[in-house]
C-alpha cells in the first residue's frame, strides 16, 4: 500500500481529467503541476503591484516579453537611456532622478509619476499622459512633448529650452522658473499655468495663418506647418502632400478636393472640416478630432486614423480600404457606400 506522499505525487502528474474524488468519479481538472505553475507565473506577473522594485534588466526584459503595466514601480536612479517604452503603463512610478534621455516614451502613462531631477533630454513623450506628474529640476531640453497631457504638473524650475510642446495641455501646470528658451508652445493650452519666473526668450507661440501664407511657403519648399492656427482656411483644392500639419488647428477649414497624400495630420484639429473628395492617402491622421468632418468621397486608403474622433462625421462613400481605425470613435458617424475593405477595426468605439 503506497504511502500518502506517493498517493499524492502521482496524482499531481496524471493528465487531465484522471484525478478522482472520494466517490471514485473522474474530476475535470487540470494536474496539480499545472495549477502550481500558472499560479506562479501570474504571481510573478503582479509582484511588482506588491513590491514595486525592479531592475532595469527587469523592466526592459518584461516589456521585450509583452508587459506594459510597470504601475508604481521603483525605478529610482534608474539607467533607461535610450529605451524603448512606447505606451508604457508607469503611473505612480518612482522614477527620481532616473536617466531617460533618448527614451520613446510616446503615448505612455505617467500620471502621477515622480520624475524629479530625471533627465528626459530627447525624450519623446509626444501623447504621453502626464498628468499631476512630479518633474521639479528635471531635464527637458529638447524632448518632443507634443500633444502630451501635462495637466496640473509640477514642472518649476524645468529645463525645457528647445521642447516640442506643440497643442501639449498645460493646464494649471506650475512652470514656474521653468527654462522655455526657444520652446515651441505653438497651440499649447496655457490656461491658469503658473508661469512666474519662467523664461520664455525665444519661445515660439501660436499665431493665426492665413492659407496664402501656407501655400506661398509650400510653394517654397517648406514642409513643416505643425501647429498652425489655420482654423477656417480655404484650402480647397491646395496641393500639401507629404506636409507636416501635426496638432495644427484647421477646423472649420475648406480642404475639398485638397492633396493631402502622406501628409502628416497627427493630433490635428479637424471639427467641421470639409474634406470632401480630399486625396487623404497614406496620411496619419493618428489622434485628429475629425467629429462632424465632411469627408464625402475622400480617398483615405492605408491612412492611420488609430485614436482619431470620427464622431458625426460624414464618411459617406469614402474609401478607406487598407486604413487604420484601431481605437477610433466613430459614434453617429455616417458611412454609407464608404470601402471598408482590409481596414483594421479593432477597438473601434461604435
Same mark, same amino acid.
Given at each position: 500500500?503506497?504511502?500518502?506522499?506517493?498517493?499524492?505525487?502521482?496524482?499531481?502528474?496524471?493528465?487531465?481529467?484522471?484525478?478522482?474524488?472520494?466517490?471514485?468519479?473522474?474530476?475535470?481538472?487540470?494536474?496539480?503541476?499545472?495549477?502550481?505553475?500558472?499560479?506562479?507565473?501570474? /504571481?510573478?506577473?503582479?509582484?511588482?503591484?506588491?513590491?514595486?522594485?525592479?531592475?532595469?534588466?527587469?523592466?526592459?526584459? /518584461?516589456?521585450?516579453?509583452?508587459?506594459?503595466?510597470?504601475?508604481?514601480?521603483?525605478?529610482?536612479?534608474?539607467?533607461?537611456?535610450?529605451?524603448?517604452?512606447?505606451?508604457?503603463?508607469?503611473?505612480?512610478?518612482?522614477?527620481?532622478?532616473?536617466?531617460?534621455?533618448?527614451?520613446?516614451?510616446?503615448?505612455?502613462?505617467?500620471?502621477?509619476?515622480?520624475?524629479?531631477?530625471?533627465?528626459?533630454?530627447?525624450?519623446?513623450?509626444?501623447?504621453?499622459?502626464?498628468?499631476?506628474?512630479?518633474?521639479?529640476?528635471?531635464?527637458?531640453?529638447?524632448?518632443?512633448?507634443?500633444?502630451?497631457?501635462?495637466?496640473?504638473?509640477?514642472?518649476?524650475?524645468?529645463?525645457?529650452?528647445?521642447?516640442?510642446?506643440?497643442?501639449?495641455?498645460?493646464?494649471?501646470?506650475?512652470?514656474?522658473?521653468?527654462?522655455?528658451?526657444?520652446?515651441?508652445?505653438?497651440?499649447?493650452?496655457?490656461?491658469?499655468?503658473?508661469?512666474?519666473?519662467?523664461?520664455?526668450?525665444?519661445?515660439?507661440?501660436?499665431?493665426?495663418?492665413?492659407?496664402?501664407?501656407?501655400?506661398?511657403?509650400?510653394?517654397?519648399?517648406?514642409?513643416?506647418?505643425?501647429?498652425?492656427?489655420?482654423?477656417?482656411?480655404?484650402?480647397?483644392?491646395?496641393?500639401?502632400?507629404?506636409?507636416?500639419?501635426?496638432?495644427?488647428?484647421?477646423?472649420?477649414?475648406?480642404?475639398?478636393?485638397?492633396?493631402?497624400?502622406?501628409?502628416?495630420?497627427?493630433?490635428?484639429?479637424?471639427?467641421?472640416?470639409?474634406?470632401?473628395?480630399? !486625396?487623404?492617402?497614406?496620411?496619419?491622421?493618428?489622434?485628429?478630432?475629425?467629429?462632424?468632418?465632411?469627408?464625402?468621397?475622400?480617398?483615405?486608403?492605408?491612412?492611420?486614423?488609430?485614436?482619431?474622433?470620427?464622431?458625426? /462625421?460624414?464618411?459617406?462613400?469614402?474609401?478607406?480600404?487598407?486604413?487604420?481605425?484601431?481605437?477610433?470613435?466613430?459614434?453617429?458617424?455616417?458611412? !454609407?457606400?464608404?470601402?471598408?475593405?482590409?481596414?483594421?477595426q479593432d477597438g473601434v468605439i461604435r
Open positions: 500500500m503506497p504511502g500518502a506522499q506517493s498517493q499524492a505525487k502521482a496524482a499531481s502528474m496524471q493528465p487531465l481529467g484522471t484525478i478522482k474524488n472520494k466517490k471514485g468519479h473522474h474530476l475535470n481538472t487540470p494536474p496539480l503541476w499545472e495549477i502550481s505553475r500558472a499560479q506562479h507565473c501570474q /504571481a510573478k506577473r503582479y509582484s511588482w503591484a506588491m513590491e514595486n522594485n525592479m531592475t532595469e534588466e527587469e523592466l526592459l526584459a /518584461a516589456y521585450a516579453a509583452g508587459e506594459r503595466n510597470f504601475s508604481g514601480a521603483n525605478l529610482s536612479g534608474a539607467d533607461l537611456h535610450e529605451a524603448n517604452l512606447h505606451e508604457a503603463n508607469l503611473s505612480g512610478a518612482n522614477l527620481r532622478g532616473a536617466d531617460l534621455s533618448g527614451a520613446n516614451l510616446s503615448r505612455a502613462n505617467l500620471s502621477g509619476a515622480d520624475l524629479t531631477y530625471a533627465d528626459l533630454r530627447g525624450a519623446d513623450l509626444s501623447g504621453a499622459n502626464l498628468p499631476r506628474v512630479h518633474l521639479e529640476d528635471a531635464h527637458l531640453s529638447g524632448a518632443d512633448l507634443s500633444a502630451a497631457d501635462l495637466e496640473r504638473a509640477n514642472l518649476s524650475g524645468v529645463n525645457l529650452s528647445g521642447a516640442n510642446l506643440i497643442g501639449a495641455n498645460l493646464v494649471g501646470a506650475n512652470l514656474s522658473r521653468a527654462n522655455l528658451s526657444r520652446a515651441n508652445l505653438m497651440l499649447a493650452d496655457l490656461s491658469g499655468a503658473d508661469l512666474n519666473g519662467a523664461k520664455q526668450d525665444g519661445a515660439i507661440k501660436s499665431r493665426p495663418m492665413t492659407a496664402e501664407e501656407l501655400l506661398a511657403a509650400y510653394a517654397a519648399g517648406e514642409r513643416n506647418f505643425s501647429g498652425a492656427d489655420l482654423s477656417g482656411a480655404d484650402l480647397s483644392g491646395a496641393n500639401l502632400s507629404g506636409a507636416d500639419l501635426r496638432t495644427a488647428n484647421l477646423s472649420a477649414a475648406d480642404l475639398s478636393t485638397a492633396n493631402l497624400s502622406g501628409a502628416d495630420l497627427s493630433g490635428a484639429k479637424l471639427s467641421r472640416a470639409n474634406l470632401g473628395g480630399a !486625396n487623404l492617402n497614406g496620411a496619419s491622421l493618428m489622434d485628429a478630432n475629425l467629429s462632424r468632418a465632411v469627408l464625402v468621397e475622400a480617398v483615405l486608403s492605408a491612412a492611420n486614423l488609430s485614436g482619431a474622433n470620427l464622431s458625426r /462625421a460624414i464618411l459617406s462613400g469614402a474609401h478607406l480600404s487598407g486604413a487604420n481605425l484601431s481605437g477610433a470613435d466613430i459614434r453617429g458617424a455616417k458611412l !454609407n457606400g464608404a470601402d471598408l475593405r482590409g481596414a483594421n
